[in-house]
């Protein structure tokens, strides 16, 4: 007991003192998660709106496989986006393998189902709620999507913070593709992972207060901006 | 404002199911220009599902809804839905998509919102709106379209009194530029001061086609005789 207080002691006098170590995998976690979330965003928010609004063969099947990917374990995308991205895969001329861009692509991967699946949600009840009025006015199923992405982006930025939350919290794909490699691909997950099964609780103890202390304040900003947006927009 | 280039919209032998149950059965009506009609009926006569099958928002399981020529329609609701944007911007929308440029756009928009007074609410978000005003926003932005003709599904059925009158004023004005009107209501004394005729509905089909000054004093149907008495047709 007394060895993680003296721990966690330790581990804010690393934050607090601003330890480059610390900050500098806090910062290339925080760079990296952002960059899955906003093409994982990119991706993710049209394609669950085109699924909630449009009538498509395969639609059904393409909803199963979408939540099933929610389950997806992540050590086994690592695995596949491994398998591309190394030198004898179809992508592995691009040399991106053990780069921060592979730790993007697997975290990508992750990203997308969980953002497209709760994106069909929200926009299938606001499509409930806005389908007749549209077809009224004459706006066909395709120019309905950005319409209705725009119309729910209170609730979609939730779905993207959720998708930064799976981000950012994901060891497996990222110890697999990034390589855990100090200085390059280190992030706040792989180093815990490292510094616990060195010994060295101070720093694994300290990054995980960041950690949680970083999905704390994005879900606090979230709810504040949906509080807001129901007061001001309803 | 609205073209007085004639047109007729004919419904012939329409019938609509909806979840296995028979809303229109066999439906025939004839709407020419220039009248307001009021469709009454009881409930699940069958009333909305009419409009909307006119409209071109349920399309008919037997039978067909023909237009003599394209017309450009528009559809007020009981319940506005209304974008999360600006009073303005909702307006704006609507042209844009139906193919206004700017800066046609705008002025059109802004002269909507003029016109059911709301120019002094064209900021704010509409989905905060009273109900009242948000229905008195889906007036403007169906008249800001320029339709020849306007479907009106009970649009004063969840607004207090001041804001039905407030309603009713803009539906009788737009209806005196030359739109044609077809809209359903409850409230039979809405139905008296707009209509100038009237089309009562009964399990399905139309019973019965009055001018509104006849209809309510010497009904032609058993059913709507029943009907104003209050009696419930279907006992």
Known sequence: ?234 | MAEARPFQLEARGVSVVLGGVRALDGLDLVLEPGLRTVVLGPNGAGKSVLLRTLHGLIAPAAGTVSWSRPVRQAMVFQRPVMLRRSALANLRYALAVNGVAEPERTSRATAALARVGLERIADRPARVLSGGEQQRLALARAWALRPEILFLDEPTASLDPGATAEVERVIASIAAEGTRIVMTTHNLGQARRLADEIVFIHAGRAAERTAADRFFDQPASNEARLFLQGELPWK
Do not use: C
Request: glycine share 12%; aromatic share 6%; hydrophobic share 60%.
């Open chain 1, 1 to 234: 007991m007394f060895e993680i207080f003296a721990s966690l002691g330790v581990a804010l006098q690393l934050i607090g003192g601003a330890d480059p170590e610390l900050w500098s995998i806090v910062l290339l976690s925080l760079k990296l998660s952002l960059a899955s979330a906003v093409a994982g965003a990119a991706i993710g928010l049209p394609l669950g709106a085109l699924i909630a609004v449009g009538t498509f063969p395969g639609r059904r099947a393409l909803i199963v496989i979408l939540n099933a990917l929610l389950g997806l374990p992540s050590v086994v995308v690592g695995l596949v986006v491994y398998l591309l991205l190394s030198r004898a895969g179809p992508l592995g001329e691009f040399g991106i393998l053990f780069t921060p861009a592979a730790i993007i692509v697997a975290q990508t991967v992750l990203v997308v189902p969980i953002v497209a699946a709760l994106a069909r949600q929200a926009a299938e009840d606001a499509w409930g709620e806005y389908r007749e009025q549209l077809t009224s006015l004459g706006v066909s199923r395709l120019r309905a999507v950005p319409t209705i992405l725009w119309d729910t982006r209170f609730s979609l930025l939730t779905v993207v913070m959720a998708g930064f939350g799976r981000a950012a919290s994901e060891v497996g794909a990222v110890m697999v593709v990034g390589g855990n490699i100090d200085g390059v691909t280190r992030v706040m997950t792989t180093a815990i992972a490292l510094e616990t099964s060195k010994g060295d609780l101070p720093l694994a103890l300290g990054l995980g207060v960041v950690l949680i202390a970083v999905v704390l304040a994005i879900n606090a900003g979230a709810f504040g901006i949906r509080e807001w947006s129901a007061r001001h927009h309803g």
